[in-house]
């Protein structure tokens, strides 16, 4: 499978693994950002989905091209660019985001005590 970097709380980037490129256009790329809550099973329980720039345009409202949930980017899909395929939409990135051990080093130095 696809190597994922861990990524701290509050983290932004842009593009792969974590958002998709190319869609609905060559060259369109889509950011992300990791929130702070987490899942027991160290992934992120919130993580959001923005637009690309060229889709921003339309709206001063940053919630208009924040997405929070695969449902509401579903439906943005769905509503703009009816189209589109929405699972090889999915497929064309990781959704799931794995958040950097923040405790391991004070876990793995107590062996020496």
Do not use: C
Request: cysteine-free; aromatic content about 16%; glycine content about 8%.
């Amino acid at each position: 499978g696809l190597n994922l970097p861990p990524v701290a709380a509050e983290q932004i980037g842009d593009g792969l693994p974590y958002a998709p490129i190319n869609f609905p256009e060559q060259g369109d790329v889509w950011g992300w950002k990791t929130g702070k809550r987490l899942q027991p099973n160290g992934f992120f329980h919130d993580r959001y989905l923005y637009l690309p720039k060229r889709l921003r345009s339309g709206s001063n409202s940053k919630d208009q091209h924040t997405f929070r949930s695969k449902l509401s980017v579903e439906r943005y899909i769905k509503s703009t660019f009816p189209d589109a395929n929405v699972d090889a939409f999915f497929a064309s990135f990781t959704w799931r985001i794995p958040a950097v051990a923040e405790g391991f080093f004070l876990s793995s130095r107590s062996h020496f005590s």
